[in-house]
């Protein structure tokens, strides 16, 4: 299932599944991903899945290009296409017109009412690609495809926490406040991501399923108050 | 008890707690972080006599300047830095790779890095802080590390453990070597770039940019022509990925990079030469060799065995 490995650097293995991007190629970097997470060879020091590539990082002192690309070529998957422990996740998205930046831009170049286009992100489920870039941001898809759109001309110098973005055929979450250039359609209040809790600090992960559900002004702002 | 402890006075430019690092945390988006010269982290926390993997202060460019409030101290810095000691109230200067004794209103000032970028402070016995995602190490834009993933500010307090020998008096004599070369290796993207782009990439100087910090060390110089396609698919990166964007000027990946990232990759710098590379600061020129895998792998050991002998001789 790997098509090859070279090598990224003297201290990691660069695997290709394959050059198209779909949930099927996908689906087999992140069974990869975690049956050798799971394996705990001696001198893994990080694994990066992502649409159709692992990249995994190595431990110069302890192993090397040649040992780890055999080690990592003699494993065996079933081409059975089935993640386990796969979660469906609820994710509320506020699209009033303060957190759907671009709402307006994109009514403009998709030629939809704006109402349609909320209809039409909102009726769909997701499937996580990968989490990355910043920490806990995930990389969903596919969005319908009269929604896909190319990035902003200009990237925002700050992308406001929680804002919900689309281009191509992906949606994602931004976990932080950061520079993108993604189409912005709301703002979730939710937490994707949370560094005081060590062990599931990410709230997507690779392989598991989104979905999105609107709510009003009222209900976002009072969101984090039930807690 | 009497508890040691140290104010903050000025912060200075970009002073974190940093450690080895952080694995195994990519695939969420958290890159390594840790000390970006290695070497001088291990040879400072040797020095005062702590564990390999004990946090330090890695500061750039200007350094905190740091007050004893309490108890005693005995410290050491790494790199190549101008610093002052005050100590019952006299001024000196400080010499890097030894240690010194502080008591109560005692001050360090740590000046500047000279011709370099990152400096390091250790205190015998180590700073009581906390670990998180199993690492002291800072990394600001996710708020992750120790202090609550934030660089240190003014009038912030700091603990530090038990000494528990006072009168350790150590130093070596060490010399962070300038190198000629920044040694490259083939990127996965390689052949997406002009063969007159890979020779100047490969025989011409390039500018170290004002933009650089510790996620990525912009360069200019040669605009590196890109034949192929000037994106690619989203996918992971390690530090020292030099990436080239659509606009020619190179990137190298640093210890906090983003994890995933779609410019094309076109070379990766070799292990041993990362020391040297963070090293060269903004203003400066870096000049690439590209060579080959078996080549790194056998740097990478004289690197580490230069490392060893350094360490063993404190």
């Known amino acids: ?227 | 008890m009497t508890k040691n402890k140290i104010i903050v006075l000025r912060e200075g430019i970009n002073s974190t707690f940093q450690d080895l690092g952080r694995d195994n945390f990519y695939h969420i988006g958290l890159p390594f972080s840790g000390a970006m010269d290695k070497r001088n982290y291990l040879i400072v926390n040797k020095l005062v006599g702590n564990q390999h993997n004990e946090a330090v202060i890695e500061f750039a460019y200007q350094g905190p300047l740091l007050k004893i409030e309490e108890g005693n101290i005995n410290f050491a810095i790494s790199g190549d830095v101008k610093f002052n000691i005050k100590k019952d109230d006299k001024l000196f200067n400080g010499q890097c790779y030894k240690t010194y004794f502080l008591s109560e209103n005692d001050e360090i000032d740590i000046i500047s890095t000279n011709k370099s970028v990152y400096g390091y402070f250790a205190v015998s016995g180590g700073f009581e802080l906390n670990k998180n995602f199993g690492s002291f190490s800072t990394t600001v834009r996710a708020n992750v590390g120790s202090n609550n993933g934030n660089k240190l500010s003014k009038n912030e307090k700091f603990l530090i453990k038990h000494i528990k020998n006072k009168n350790i008096s150590k130093n070596i004599e060490y010399i962070n070597s300038k190198v000629e070369y920044i040694r490259i290796l083939k990127g996965t993207n390689f052949d997406y770039f002009s063969d007159e782009s890979i020779n100047d990439l490969t025989s011409k100087k390039f500018l170290v940019s004002k933009l650089s910090d510790r996620m990525g060390m912009r360069l200019q110089g040669s605009k590196i022509k890109n034949m192929k396609e000037t994106n690619i698919r989203s996918e992971g990166l390690i530090k020292g990925v030099i990436q080239v964007p659509a606009d020619g000027d190179p990137i190298i990946m640093l210890s906090d990079h983003g994890t995933i990232g779609g410019y094309p990759k076109i070379a990766v710098v070799i292990s041993a030469d990362y020391d040297k590379l963070i090293q060269t600061p903004p203003g400066n020129t870096v000049k690439f060799k590209l060579i080959e895998l078996k080549e790194a792998e056998n740097l990478y050991k004289l690197y580490q065995m230069e490392t060893e002998n350094l360490l063993n001789q404190i």
């Not at chain 1, 994710?91 to 170049?109: M, V």
């Not at chain 1, 495809?145 to 200009?154: A, F, G, H, P, V």
């Not at chain 1, 990237?155 to 804002?163: A, E, Q, T, Y």
């Not at chain 1, 406040?177 to 062990?199: A, H, M, V, Y």
């Open chain 1, 1 to 227: 299932m790997i098509k090859n490995i070279s090598n990224l650097g003297d201290a990691s293995l660069y695997c290709n599944f394959g050059d198209k991007i779909n949930q099927r190629i996908n689906t087999n970097v992140i069974k990869y991903f975690k049956n050798i997470q799971k394996k705990k060879i001696k001198g893994i020091k990080n694994l990066t899945p992502s649409y159709n590539k692992l990249i995994i990082s190595f431990d110069l002192d302890l192993t090397n290009f040649e040992d780890l690309k055999k080690k990592i070529e003699d494993i065996n998957i079933s081409d059975e296409n089935e993640i386990k422990n796969q979660k469906t996740i609820k994710i509320p998205i506020c699209c009033d017109d303060e957190h759907a930046l671009d709402i307006d831009r994109l009514s403009l170049k998709l030629k939809l009412s704006k109402k349609d286009i909320f209809k039409k992100y909102l009726d769909k489920e997701y499937f996580c690609y990968m989490t990355g870039f910043v920490a806990g941001m995930p990389f969903l898809g596919d969005i319908d495809n009269k929604l896909r759109l190319e990035r902003l001309e200009t990237p925002r110098v700050k992308v406001p926490k929680g804002s919900v973005g689309i281009t191509e055929q992906f949606a994602n979450i931004y976990t932080f406040e950061s520079p993108g250039g993604w189409n912005i359609l709301g703002n979730t209040p939710l937490r994707i991501f949370d560094q005081k809790n060590e062990t599931e600090p990410t709230l997507i992960n690779p392989g598991d399923k989104v979905l999105f559900y609107q709510i009003s002004k009222k209900e976002y702002l009072k969101f984090n108050d039930k807690k």
